[in-house]
């Protein structure tokens, strides 16, 4: 593997949706052995913090869980790219040299950079919000049950599914399992996030979502074999 692809998977595993995103979006001519859709499903995840923290610690009580979960969705999301490599591989474009005459600046100019900052908090406070307020609304049917209230507004927006399940009256394993697949697909909220970050580019969002469904029900699967395996 190439040092260009090292990097963008350590730095794009630790950023966090959608960060992840906009790492590979800004990189997708990057020369490697794996496409740049590869990529993007194997780098758009949620960030280890918030997996150990808040989903691990706060929603479930132990920040072991958090950890075991985020190794599934590496999981799930290696399997998928790998196998699909074949099929996806694209042939990667080499970044021109700028023309002798040019002289390009070490670091962006500081206004285009505060742009491009706020471009990504306003899409991220956006998207988060409006789901947010559709997956409250599905919380406060009267006649939706808790654990089905989750899964819905978890489609929607991830953050507040997994609060739903996490206080739902099911068994432990089934709000693991449930919960990993939900923060592997992500939700609605974050595909929209997603979208914005790579337009304009040669990266396929459809693609991007049919690769995380598959992704998700392998996650789903490895968590089921630790429980399994009494791994817990």
């Given amino acids: 593997m190439s040092h260009s692809n090292f990097f963008l998977l350590f730095l794009g595993c630790l950023s966090g949706y959608p960060l992840g ?37 706060h929603c479930l009580g132990d920040p072991s869980l958090g950890l075991k979960m985020y190794l599934s969705l590496l999981f799930g999301n290696g399997v998928i790219a790998f196998l699909l490599l074949p099929i996806l591989k694209e042939p990667f474009a080499v970044k021109k040299s700028p023309p002798l005459h040019t002289c390009s600046l070490p670091f962006p100019p500081f206004e285009k950079l505060m742009a491009e900052v706020f471009s990504v908090l306003l899409n991220l406070s956006g998207y988060t919000l409006l789901f947010s307020v559709l997956s409250a609304f599905i919380k ?15 489609f929607l927006e991830m953050t507040t599914g997994v609060e739903n399940i996490a206080a739902s009256p099911v068994s432990l394993q089934t709000k693991v399992i449930l919960i990993t697949g939900i923060i592997s697909f992500g ?13 304009n580019t040669p990266l396929s969002i459809k693609k991007y979502m049919a690769d995380k469904i598959a992704a998700s029900a392998v996650s789903m699967t490895a968590m089921y074999c630790l429980f399994l395996f009494n791994l817990h």
Wanted: with cysteine; glycine share 10%.
């Fill in 187 to 199: 939700g609605l909220s974050v595909i929209g996030q997603t979208q914005n970050m790579i337009q």
């Fill in 140 to 154: 406060a049917l009267p006649f939706l049950p808790t654990f089905f209230a989750g899964i819905l507004s978890g």
């Fill in 21 to 57: 995103a906009k790492v590979i979006a800004d990189h997708h001519d990057a020369v490697g052995p794996l496409s740049p859709q590869s990529l993007l499903l194997i780098c758009n995840n949620p960030s280890p913090a918030y997996m150990i923290s808040f989903v691990g610690l």
